[in-house]
C-alpha cells in the first residue's frame, strides 16, 4: 500500500519539490512530481535547473524523448516513469494512479485554498486506511 506524506505550510510549492527529489534520487529512486498545471510544470523545471548549480538533478519534463531514461520527471503522466517509486503530487485532487507509487508525497503551500484541499486529499486517504505522515515545514525554518 502506498504510504503518503503531506508536507505543510510549504513558503514555495517547487522549492520543497526540488528538495524532495534530489533526496528520492540521490536515493536511488525515480521520481515524478505531478502536476496538471503547465505554468507550475515551466516552473518547476526552471527551479530544478537554476538552484544550486552543483547539485544537478536530472530531469525532464513528460513528453521528452528521454522520459524513460530520466529518474526525475516533471508532469502527469506516469507511464513514462522508469519505476513507480516517488510521486511529489502538486495538484488539488489525488492522481488517479497513487496506487502504483510507493510513496506519494503531497506538497501544501500556507494558502488557506490550498490547505482546505489537502485537507480534503487527507481525509480521503485516511478514510481508504492509506498510512499517512505530517510533517509541518514551518517548524523546520
Given at each position: 500500500m502506498t504510504r503518503?506524506?503531506?508536507?505543510?505550510?510549504?513558503p514555495?510549492?517547487?522549492?520543497?519539490?526540488?528538495?524532495?527529489?534530489a533526496k528520492a534520487f540521490n536515493a536511488g529512486q525515480n521520481v515524478l512530481v505531478y502536476t496538471t498545471d503547465e505554468k507550475e510544470a515551466?516552473?518547476?523545471?526552471?527551479?530544478?535547473?537554476?538552484?544550486?548549480?552543483?547539485?544537478?538533478?536530472?530531469?525532464?519534463?513528460?513528453?521528452?524523448?528521454?522520459?524513460?531514461?530520466?529518474?526525475?520527471?516533471?508532469?502527469?503522466?506516469?507511464?513514462?516513469?522508469?519505476?513507480a517509486d516517488i510521486l511529489i503530487s502538486l495538484d488539488g485532487e489525488p492522481p488517479e494512479f497513487f496506487g502504483r507509487f510507493q510513496r506519494m508525497l503531497e506538497i501544501v503551500s500556507t494558502d488557506?485554498?490550498?490547505?482546505?484541499?489537502a485537507r480534503r486529499r487527507f481525509r480521503f486517504f485516511k478514510e481508504r486506511g492509506y498510512p499517512l505522515e505530517t510533517h509541518d515545514l514551518a517548524e523546520k525554518t
Open positions: 503518503i506524506d503531506f508536507y505543510f505550510n510549504a514555495s510549492k517547487a522549492d520543497v519539490a526540488r528538495k524532495l527529489a515551466r516552473e518547476l523545471d526552471t527551479v530544478f535547473w537554476t538552484a544550486q548549480q552543483l547539485s544537478f538533478l536530472p530531469h525532464v519534463r513528460c513528453g521528452h524523448p528521454l522520459a524513460r531514461q530520466t529518474p526525475i520527471l516533471i508532469g502527469a503522466d506516469p507511464d513514462e516513469l522508469a519505476s488557506a485554498g490550498d490547505r482546505d484541499q
